[in-house]
């Protein structure tokens, strides 16, 4: 069982299917991410890490064009699964990735704000952890790829890269668990 907890929006339009979060264009950056901070490759990570989402049903389409966001009232009705595996896994640290997760953890109004610092023994309905906000790694956003979000991303990775539960992650695979 994981002591590191990542959480997402949502799944996209083709991941159920597959049973795969991130299993998609964000996925893949977000993976050379963790890959690059902690070392692991992406089955080590999918392995080692729980991947969870604020919403559990992909939420369809903007009408704009791309997934919509998730509203508040789908949000509420799976804020129990995720105060159940919280409960269940008792975390060390959460990674909350885009804004809308990392909204359920911290007050959040620019990413510029939080992501790139390390929130810890952050309190979260009754239960205390580390929370490393991460932008969300999606081919429609360029946050993450121009100033300052991409030096924010790259010193958040560092954070998460120097983060006891990561390292302690990345050693079990070496160390025979």
């Known amino acids: 069982m994981s002591r590191v907890m990542l959480v997402g929006q949502a799944p996209g339009g083709r991941e159920p299917a597959i049973g795969k979060p991130f299993a998609w264009t964000a996925g893949k950056t977000l993976f050379q991410w963790l890959e690059a901070a902690s070392g692991m490759g992406e089955e080590a990570i999918r392995e080692r890490l729980y991947i969870a989402a604020v919403c559990r049903c992909f939420p369809g389409k903007h009408p704009k064009g791309g997934d919509r966001v998730p509203d508040r009232e789908e949000i509420a009705a799976c804020r129990p699964w995720m105060e159940a595996e919280v409960i269940l896994l008792r975390p060390h640290l959460v990674i909350p990735v885009g804004k809308l997760a990392i909204a359920q953890f911290l007050p959040v109004e620019k990413l510029v704000d939080v992501v790139g610092d390390l929130y810890e023994d952050v309190a979260w309905r009754g239960h205390r952890f580390d929370v490393l906000p991460l932008p969300h790694p999606s081919g429609a956003s360029t946050w993450h790829r121009m100033s300052p979000g991409k030096e924010l991303t790259e010193?958040?990775?560092?954070?998460?890269?120097?983060?006891?539960?990561?390292?302690?992650?990345?050693?079990?695979?070496?160390?025979?668990?």
């Not at 560092?158 to 025979?176: N, Q, T, Y």
């Open 155 to 177: 010193l958040a990775l560092k954070v998460l890269g120097s983060h006891p539960a990561i390292r302690e992650l990345a050693e079990s695979r070496s160390g025979g668990s």
